[in-house]
């Protein structure tokens, strides 16, 4: 009811005093402690004694939160974190053991050596013991600290324990004794788990070779239970695996063990993949200080699809290296080389390869890389829910290594249903096990208000109404802010922009008592507010709330202003987000509270591993000993006994149930499935040879298709647009199988025998999942298609130039037919806005973006190309479209343009469709060059492409975006500030560095993302 902030004359009283059960629980806790200090336990026993400290844990966490008695609050925060510890949640006891702050415990000091011990802060003093205790913690202090500096002397700081607790028993109080058995069976505990102790067991190297990490400027103590796993899985020894770590679990640091074990004996290259742009600049942040000042260089490649790399820097030492799936396929398609080279793989979100187009390309990586990469290569598939994974272990790796810490919590969850049945709202606790079972109840949080009006308004509004999970999901969230981050999902992108349009009345009402601007960094949030405007304008409901300290986060987002607002969350300095799945992208936001305003994506429920994967983001370990998931629609809890309102309660408790989890697919079996109904209960069966016959004889007949269905089955509930988007699906399915088919086309002018498409489709993740039935239907689609392919070949032979683009041969054969009639023009076309007017046709053809597709005026495309590459903002942009009249074609009506369409416009249809066109011609040029000028078109192609890439007009600012300044106005803004010309990324920085205090002040306008990057290049030698 405190957690809430509900005034004292609104708490309920409690029936039960729960601190009848005070001694109780810490006789427990004395058991615990006393069984674990006095020696060997096995494991069974470990594991009982683990469950009964996780109970202590949260009966003394509660018990400070329930504010029964805070003057006993620095007590229940020690055994609370001593608990939690003992119970392998070492990142919660971190998190109540930082709130001790050296309070007087009557215990002689010892009280202080076990905070420092539970804080893990071994460099430091621990606050100094008292009377006759104090030589014994000295020592024991000192003992312990040398072990864990240097790794020597485990027996004796074990000993120096046994000392205290010997002398605590025969000479000290109750309170001493316990306190000195805690301290016991907390060492004793982080002996066993240290990394001096652990790695040289886990893995080939000696403590030598470790020594570098342990004792380097950010060591690794002590590993956590995930990674313990690991090291039993031989994962640290160079065993592959598919590997299952929940959210916070401590991957980023499993990942550094990882390289650095392979680099000891096994190797210099190690590739990361991950799927996101955003992930991949975490990646590459985390581990470049990880690797800081040593012999290991961690790069981020660009995700533009251009020889933007120099591959003997690469090879030529130890090397990290970070990329997208389609940046990798690029690499290896123009360096097959590269790939006998990588001794180690490791893919992130590995769940992600069948999830949309982008999955398509991971899954296909992988196909290729297990061809591709030498049996020595170590290849680590990690995701935090995998529900299958034995089936894509035993495809990738050969074996069936899985490393499963599904049953591994980082922290506990609290879930909680909105109800809201009498006059006002509840909130009823379930337990996050067994939804079914209540637990307990939080009264009267939620009432509707009457709210102020606003000039000429006559009509009373109310807020928040009973039928508006959005609205009542902002009301639990400003009431809630104030204890830790708040995440409010939502299942759209529209639904992110509706919520913040809802905030932003409130605050023109005046009706917010409260806003994150209390509990947040203020100067941050007028920075990253003042970064947004500068995008966006100051006129869109996003920009609106941010003043307030409420940030959206979403597909549509400015990249640079997404990694921004996740920075500033991981860094505590901002509160609360509005956001889609993208919080569930591999992405590190910690938050404590996850609102859900609903579960459906479009037409369809969330998928339960997705589900799974966001609610992990609730309650970081470290931050938070508790994570709580919330959901905000009151029909969900009450109406779980309505036979017509159940469904919602079904559907809700199916995402708590793993066993409910979706196994991991291949997309290209969906091309088998049926047409379907937007409500998903009626079928047109097609079959899927028939459906590609018919796409590769006339593609644009087959478009058609959605038309002459939705008029045929008027009324099976079929509609135009859902059918459409199931046509292009299926189309890009058949072009990214026959680009798979290009790029493992062997080099040779002889007849290629079936015998090659056979084994391709055989090495595919459908093949290997699909039953007999199915693997016959994809071995017939893949012979179709390579039949197809060799023809296309033998009239056209450059289409196997192709194999360096993600282009099927239906667009390969008309950028193909295209460039022939238009390469000695292209020669000739010096500027680079007559170079995009001249390119538009083809570019307009191909571009597969919805936005650019439904504009109604298309003829302004190539203005706004022009404007996006030349550094208009996206504000800019929509200020020329909306001007021009442009508006978007929905249906049978039209739509006016907002800030996120044209973010959506240059993301997708420049920055990504654009730049595979553009990439797709060079690559052309380059293998077929027939004029001495080609290198210089080659040159301007290529930066015609990056400027398309990043919307930055040149060379520097490009170059500023890529080595970490990664918003286009900051990027601007510095290129300005430098004054010079250059496109390397090693001299910008050493100009950077060369004037250090003027290049701070050059972003001290800009949110900590961007300060904190000029300071990491500053202070870094490479």
């Keep these: 009811m405190y957690e809430y902030g509900l005034p004292i004359d609104k708490h309920i009283s409690i ?231 929940p959210t916070s679990s401590g991957k980023t640091k499993a990942v550094e063990i990882i390289i650095r074990s392979a680099f000891f004996e096994r190797g210099n290259l190690a590739v990361i993949v991950a799927p996101f742009r955003a992930l991949c600049h975490e990646i590459q942040a985390e ?94 598939l990690i995701s935090a829910v995998i529900k299958n994974a034995l089936e894509i272990g035993e495809w990738l790796n050969n074996n069936d290594n899985v490393v499963s810490s599904n049953r591994l919590t980082a922290s506990k969850k609290a879930v909680g249903f909105v109800s809201w049945i009498e006059k006002q709202g509840q909130v009823r606790y379930v337990s996050a ?9 939080v009264p009267r949080v939620i009432e509707r208000k009457l709210l102020p009006r606003l000039k000429k308004e006559r009509k009373d509004r109310y807020f928040p109404e009973k039928n508006d999970p959005q609205a009542i999901a902002i009301d639990l969230g400003l009431k809630l802010f104030e204890n830790g981050g708040v995440a409010v999902f939502c299942g759209k ?15 023109k009402r005046g009706a917010l008592e409260r806003t994150p601007l209390d509990a947040s960094d203020a100067d941050e949030i007028y920075k990253l507010s003042n970064l947004l405007s500068r995008n966006t304008g100051d006129t869109c409901p996003t920009y609106q709330v941010s003043k307030i300290g409420i940030f959206s986060h979403q597909g549509d987002t400015p990249q640079g202003i997404r990694l921004a607002i996740e920075h500033a969350m991981r860094s505590a300095k901002i509160r609360f ?28 429920r969330i998928k339960v591993r997705d589900f799974q994967n966001l609610a992990g983001r609730a309650g970081r370990a470290g931050m938070h000993t508790e994570g709580t998931i919330l959901f905000s629609d009151p029909q969900i809890y009450d109406g779980k006994e309505q036979d017509w309102q159940s469904w919602r309660w079904q559907e809700t ?26 409500d998903r209960k009626t079928y047109v069966i097609m079959e899927a040879l028939d459906f590609t016959k018919a796409y590769i004889e006339d593609p644009e007949a087959v478009e058609s298709w959605a038309d002459k269905i939705t008029d045929l089955h008027s009324d099976k509930n079929f509609e135009k647009g859902d059918l459409s988007a199931q046509i292009r699906w299926r189309a890009n399915l058949i072009s990214a199988i026959e680009s798979f088919l290009v790029s493992n086309w062997p080099d040779t002018d002889e007849v290629i025998s079936q015998d090659f498409a056979a084994e391709l489709a055989k090495g595919t993740l459908a093949f290997h999942l699909a039953d007999d039935d199915m693997r016959a239907k994809i071995l017939s689609l893949f012979l179709f298609l390579f039949n197809n392919v060799a023809a296309a070949i033998k009239e056209l032979p450059r289409v196997k130039y192709f194999r360096r683009t993600l282009y099927g041969l239906h667009d390969a054969r008309k950028i193909s037919v295209w460039l022939d009639n238009n390469i000695k023009s292209l020669r000739d076309i010096e500027d680079r806005d007559e170079l995009v007017d001249y ?82 011609i060079i690559e052309l040029i380059d293998q077929q060059q027939t004029d001495d000028s080609d290198d210089d078109l080659i040159e301007r192609l290529q930066l015609l492409l990056k400027t398309f890439r990043y919307g930055l007009p040149n060379q520097t600012s490009i170059a500023l975006h890529e080595v970490g300044f990664s918003d286009r106005v900051v990027a601007l803004q510095l290129y300005e500030a430098l004054g010079q010309d250059t496109g390397d990324k090693d001299a910008i920085k050493l100009l950077l560095r060369a004037n250090s205090d003027t290049s701070r002040n050059w972003v001290s306008e800009f949110p900590s993302l961007y300060t904190d990057k000029m300071d990491e290049i500053i202070r870094s030698s490479g």
């Design 15 to 245: 029936p039960d005093d729960p601190q009848k059960l005070f001694v109780l629980t810490i006789g427990m806790l004395g058991d615990i402690v006393s069984e674990i200090a006095n020696g060997e336990i096995d494991d069974n026993k470990l594991s009982e004694l683990q469950e009964n400290a996780t109970f202590t844990a949260s009966y003394f966490d509660s018990f400070e939160g329930s504010k029964l008695n805070s003057n006993l609050d620095p007590y229940t925060r020690l055994l609370g974190a001593t608990a939690f510890y003992l119970a392998n949640l070492p990142g919660s006891a971190k998190v109540l053991s930082s709130r001790f702050d050296d309070d007087e415990l009557f215990a002689e000091g010892i009280e202080n050596l076990l905070s420092w011990l539970l804080t893990g802060s071994y460099y430091e003093d621990y606050g100094g013991g008292e009377g006759e205790f104090s030589p014994l913690l000295d020592d024991c202090h000192s003992l312990i600290q040398i072990f864990f500096k240097e790794g020597d002397g485990i027996e004796l700081a074990a000993s120096s324990t046994d000392r205290l607790r010997k002398y605590a028993h025969a000479h000290g109080t109750p309170r001493q004794l316990l306190m000195a058995d805690c301290v016991a069976a907390v060492v004793k505990r982080k002996l066993e788990n240290s990394s001096w102790h652990s790695l040289p067991i886990y893995s080939d190297a000696n403590r030598d070779s470790w020594a570098p990490m342990l004792k380097g400027p950010s060591p690794v103590p002590e590993l956590w239970p995930a990674q313990h796993l690991l090291g039993k899985a031989t994962v640290f020894r160079g065993s592959s695996a598919v590997v299952q770590m």
């Design 287 to 380: 581990l470049a200080k990880a690797f800081n000042n040593g012999n290991v260089d961690v790069v981020e490649l660009s995700d533009a699809l251009v020889a933007d790399f120099d591959l003997n820097k690469l090879l030529g030492k130890q090397h990290v290296v970070v990329l997208t799936p389609e940046k990798l396929l690029y690499v290896l398609r123009l360096h097959a080389e590269v790939c006998p080279k990588i001794d180690l793989a490791i893919f992130d979100e590995g769940h992600q390869f069948d999830s949309g187009t982008r999955g398509i390309t991971y899954e296909l990586l992988l196909t290729t890389l297990r061809r591709l990469l030498p049996d020595t290569c170590q290849k680590i």
């Design 433 to 441: 096990a067994e939804i079914d079972h209540d637990e307990f109840f």
């Design 493 to 507: 992108k529209d639904s992110v922009v509706k919520t913040c349009e809802t905030i932003s009345e409130l605050a």
């Design 577 to 604: 987000v509005v956001c889609t799945s993208t919080l569930a992208q591999g992405v590190n936001l910690p938050i404590r509270y996850l609102i859900v305003s609903g579960v459906r994506q479009n037409k369809d």
């Design 653 to 678: 408790r199916q995402l708590f149930d793993p066993v409910q989890s979706e196994p991991c697919i291949s997309n290209l079996i969906s091309i088998f499935a049926p047409l379907q109904s937007a």
């Design 839 to 920: 390119i538009w046709p083809l570019l307009g053809e191909i571009i597969a973006n919805q936005i650019a597709k439904k504009l109604t005026i298309p003829e302004l495309l190539p203005e706004t190309a022009k404007m996006w590459a030349q550094g208009h903002s996206y504000y800019e942009i929509w200020s020329f479209l909306n001007s021009s009249g442009a508006k978007l074609t929905w249906g049978s009506k039209f739509r006016s343009l907002t800030i996120q369409h044209i973010v959506n416009l240059c993301d997708g249809a420049f920055s990504f469709d654009g730049t595979l066109i553009i990439g797709a």
